[in-house]
């Protein structure tokens, strides 16, 4: 049996299950990433020119198509026309659950509100991932950062004084697990006969709930001091805390918070200051910051990484390499069994990181490459009932044509 006609393993919890996606970029396919890895059915719902990840990188698919892609099977269907929309609806009909992150006005324009798909299917677990929840701006379009910016993540972040996203689209893929937590609770509610309430997930709500601990923390600077002052970030508000260059030209990451963190890189890296009073204490340390900044800063530097990361970790201290993209899937513990996921797409060979949850095995289960657009259009259509004379009017509609990518090739 190939790959691409291999069933989902039968062990997993959510084997049996039937998902649609309607999904574009990253909340809605990221969440169905995840219940694919749990053993459902992903059926990604495409239009005919397909998910906007497909055509991202060189005229090809981005590394969020194909990370998040595997284990799924894709429909092209043009949803702007009668014979699209009958096809959508025969494939909600027998389907367990549907995820989509159209904007709410889209969502009515296609007939597929939580009304709409309850009248359809009424057992049908709806999730929408959207960009705000219910109130004044319940209408509008979000994005990634659009949420950070909306809640305090952005401003705290600066790039030559800008305020700048964080570069990975976090809080899409936040929300895709919150939707993810939600569908599994509303699963429990009906294996125990309860009434499901729709599951819906605004990117914005999301962004505040992960800005929770600094939000609250302003507060408690308002009750302790008179006035709003927030936190300082996690870096500078621990000296010694933070990335420091070592005598290779590397950069190791020290994660040092108490007082015994202190005495032990004091030790480990045969510091003089390791029973100086006048740094024994936190509240010393922060007083003295640029003194203790520069202490550490030499300390690292005199030693190459792999020596001072053995001492500190010898010692009890928390400590790790900072790595560039490109060495990290090199790493001991990223190469342990189970860790990856072998996946191909069009001849190349990708190590995808595996849904980290247990229990495991040592090898991930085999499952689907990341599909070709409309790779599954007329089979599923097939098996929901369409007659053949509708699936022709649909497949007449897409896969758009003319579609071409080629990677770079080097020699040797």
């Known amino acids: 049996m190939s790959q691409e006609d291999e069933p989902s393993n039968p062990t997993r919890p959510l084997a049996g299950r039937r998902v649609i996606e ?61 014979a699209g ?30 009304e ?49 996203r964080l570069g990975p689209s976090y809080h899409d893929q936040f929300a895709g697990a919150y939707a993810v937590i939600g569908m599994l609770a ?12 729709p599951v819906e997930v605004g990117l914005y709500e999301t962004g505040l709930h992960v800005a929770a601990r600094d939000l609250v923390g302003v507060q408690l600077k308002q009750h302790l001091l008179g006035r709003p002052e927030r936190e300082p ?46 740094l024994a204490t936190l509240r010393q340390r922060k007083k003295a910051r640029e003194r203790v900044e520069e202490l550490v800063r030499q300390a690292v530097r005199a030693r190459p990484l792999e020596d001072a990361a053995d001492r500190l970790k010898a010692a ?11 060495r990290v899937l090199d790493a001991a513990q990223a190469r342990a069994p189970g860790k990856l996921r072998r996946v191909q ?21 085999e499952g689907l490459a990341p599909p070709e657009l409309g790779a599954h259009t007329q089979q599923l259509l097939a098996d929901s009932g369409v007659p053949q004379e509708a699936r022709a009017q649909v497949q007449a509609h897409g896969p758009a044509s003319g579609f071409a990518w080629a990677p770079v090739r080097r020699e040797g």
Request: net charge negative; charged share 20%.
């Open 22 to 82: 309607l999904g574009t970029m990253l909340a809605a396919p990221f969440a169905t990433h995840i219940l694919a890895q749990l053993g459902a059915e992903v059926i990604k719902v495409e239009p005919p020119r397909g998910d906007p990840t497909r055509a991202l990188v060189r005229g090809g698919p981005s590394g969020t198509f194909i990370a998040y892609s595997h284990d799924k099977k894709s429909a092209c269907i043009d949803l702007a026309t009668p």
């Open 116 to 164: 709409d798909c309850a009248a359809i299917n009424p057992r049908l677990i709806y999730c929408h991932i959207r960009g705000y929840g219910a109130g004044p701006q319940a209408e509008e379009l979000a994005s990634n950062p659009a949420a950070e910016a909306a809640t305090g993540v952005m401003e705290a972040n600066r790039i030559d004084g800008r305020p700048s």
């Open 186 to 197: 509303a699963m429990l509610q009906a294996a125990q006969g309860r009434p499901v309430a």
């Open 85 to 114: 929309r009958e096809a959508l609806v025969q494939l909600v009909a027998g389907a367990d659950a549907l995820v989509h992150n159209l904007a709410p006005q889209a969502a009515r324009k296609l007939g597929l509100t939580r």
């Open 316 to 326: 009890g201290m928390g400590c790790t390499e900072v790595l560039p993209l490109e």
């Open 345 to 365: 797409f069009r001849g190349l060979d990708f190590e995808v990181p595996e849904f980290p949850w247990t229990p495991r095995t040592d090898t991930p289960p």
């Open 233 to 278: 970030h996690g870096e500078f508000s621990m000296p010694g805390y933070g990335a420091y260059e070592t005598a290779d030209g590397r950069w190791l990451y020290l994660v040092m918070l108490s007082d015994s963190h202190w005495e032990k890189f004091c030790q480990a890296l045969e510091l003089e200051h390791a029973g100086d009073p006048s």
